[in-house]
């Protein structure tokens, strides 16, 4: 059954304290995969759309990579505007036409 | 801002009746995505229209319909609506709506069933 799971789901941090978010997915033929930031009661917010294994994107404090079975989001140095739901979704059924959505990772980072 | 508009903002109904969600995507772009979020099922996919036409269905259910006008704005309606449906509604655009395609969302609907 293709699967998005992420993990944790919720994750402290203090300012300046550098830490990794994890999605790992059971997709047969993966044609890409996106991460999202969402902030309570907003839209999902585009970050990243990674292509291939051995894939690194990055963006201010935030970096993505993709592996075979998952991905990674590193930030470092959060400050406390880094808090919100991180949200990967990968493209599914025939053409990739459907996206699944993760349950997130909802990020708190204490000044 | 996303470009993608969505209106209402929130909507409060009863149980039974029925509402229309409206959705406006991006200048430019021809694909259309609807998603419902609640907290207990998280951002679940209900249905997607390229160029007005139907092009992939999730867990949409049959109470719940949707389609595409020609000038490219979306409607969601939700019939004989439950106290399960309260939950925040998002459309999204893409340019070309491929599986890769950058989807940006808008503000949501929040609507409350009561």
């Known amino acids: 059954e293709d699967q998005v799971t992420q993990s944790p789901e919720a994750l402290r941090l203090q300012e300046g304290e550098s830490s990794s978010l994890n999605c790992s997915y059971t997709?047969?033929?993966?044609?890409?995969l996106f991460w999202y930031r969402q902030d309570p009661g907003k839209g999902p917010e585009f970050l990243f759309t990674l292509y291939s294994a051995g894939e690194e994107k990055e963006k201010e404090r935030l970096k993505a990579t993709l592996t075979k079975k998952e991905s990674f989001l590193h930030i470092t140095a959060p400050k406390p505007e880094d808090s919100a739901t991180y949200l990967c979704?990968?493209?599914?059924?025939?053409?990739?036409?459907?996206?699944?959505f993760g349950a997130g990772t909802r990020l708190f980072v204490k000044a | 801002d996303s470009g993608v508009t969505q209106t209402p903002k929130h909507l409060i109904t009863a149980t039974g009746q029925r509402v229309t969600l409206r959705c406006s995507p991006r200048?430019?772009?021809?694909?259309v995505y609807w998603y419902q979020q609640s907290l207990d099922q998280g951002l679940q996919f209900l249905i997607q229209y390229y160029n007005g036409e139907e092009r992939a269905k999730g867990n949409i259910l049959e109470r719940f319909s949707a389609q595409q006008f020609p000038d490219l704005h979306s409607e969601l309606n939700l019939s004989s609506l439950e106290l399960g449906d309260s939950a925040l509604y998002f459309c999204a655009s893409s340019v070309q709506g491929g599986a890769t395609d950058t989807q940006y969302f808008g503000p949501g609907t929040r609507l409350t069933v009561l």
């Open positions: 200048s430019g772009d021809l694909s």
């Open positions: 979704a990968v493209p599914l059924g025939s053409g990739g036409f459907k996206t699944i």
């Open positions: 997709v047969s033929g993966l044609r890409g």
